[in-house]
């Protein structure tokens, strides 16, 4: 990103909320038997859902972005460049700020997403229901085979948040409208940061936890209050992520700053780059990706899929 991108990135805000059955975390396995550095990069259905009023405003649509501009831009081509900017993103990794001891190498993280379909919805409670942050809708289609992601309206500028269950294949999120129509004026990176949202939510669906954050998304410098936020996971589970507390043990002060030379750069933290994965985060995801969810890359078709609904918490 630019300086300017870069402080105007510190005026954005984004939450997030996995919702994780307990009885999930021995899924979430590691190792790298799955993992092939030599091989194609594994790709992952995805649906785009365009959530709109009963009279087709308020999102995108088929012909237009709901009159922001008279471009001829529409929900198919804003769909198409989100996966887009999602595979740009995944097409690379770095080193992420946040280091283990010793530091972990750098590794391909070797999965993409290609767009299997584009949907647009008008039901006008639908889409004040997608408002909120787990507002995914009854419109999924393909289950168990393709990741359907609801894109809702937030009515507020500089936030931007999702919702999903571990290991399900449904994602709610908001804030995409808001963040496009700034970009007009402000600049493209910030339909990257919806984008990178997107990937983050994926990343919960494929097994992957927030590293330095409770579920809820709350900083793990906080104590989780039973029933209204975390369940107390408050470590991803990855032995090369540090956790909150040996971050600041190391001296960093304040490990969960948006954008900061303290903050972390991992794509399951929130930050305004969402470049780098762990090799042991890379190789959750390609566990979930040849195993319970090996019926969603883009190579299988019909697969019998175990039922992710079964798992689900209410
Ligand atoms: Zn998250």
Redesign the pocket.
């Known amino acids: 990103m630019s300086f300017f991108s870069t402080i105007m990135a510190q005026n954005y805000e984004f939450s997030?909320?996995?919702i994780i059955d307990p009885n999930l975390i021995p899924e979430l396995k590691s190792g790298s038997e799955c993992y092939n550095p030599n091989g194609p990069d594994i790709i992952i259905r995805v649906n785009i859902h365009f959530m709109l009023k009963d009279d087709g405003t308020g999102n995108f649509s088929e012909t237009s972005d709901d009159h922001i501009t008279n471009t001829g831009y529409n929900g198919y081509k804003y769909a198409e460049d989100l996966i887009r900017r999602a595979n740009a993103k995944c097409s690379y990794n770095v080193d992420m700020n946040h280091q283990p001891i010793p530091p972990a190498p750098v590794i391909a993280k070797k999965f993409k997403f290609i767009l299997s379909g584009v949907y647009f919805h008008r039901n006008t409670s639908e889409f004040d229901q997608s408002s909120s942050s787990c507002g995914f809708s009854n419109y999924a289609y393909n289950e168990g085979e393709v990741i359907n992601v609801f894109l809702g309206k937030k009515p507020s500028y500089s936030s931007a948040g999702?919702c999903?269950y571990l290991f399900d294949d449904k994602i709610g999120f908001h804030g995409h409208r808001e963040l496009y129509e700034r970009s007009l004026s402000e600049g493209e990176w910030l339909n990257d940061l919806a984008s990178n949202g997107v990937v983050?939510?994926i990343?919960?669906d494929f097994g992957l936890?927030?590293p330095i954050?409770h579920?809820c998304?709350a900083c793990c410098d906080t104590i989780p209050v039973p029933n209204e936020c975390a369940s107390g996971y408050c470590d991803d589970g990855c032995d090369d992520t540090p956790t909150w507390q040996e971050l600041v043990a190391r001296g960093n002060p304040s490990p969960c700053d948006w954008n900061t030379q303290y903050s972390s750069n991992n794509l399951?933290d929130?930050n305004a780059s969402s470049e780098a994965l762990s090799p042991c985060q890379i190789y959750k995801f390609h566990n979930t990706a040849c195993n319970s969810k090996k019926s969603y890359q883009s190579c299988y078709y019909k697969t019998v899929s175990t039922n992710t609904k079964k798992r689900r918490t209410t």
């Open positions: 997030d909320n996995v999702g999903t983050h939510e990343g919960h936890l927030h954050r579920d998304g399951m929130y």
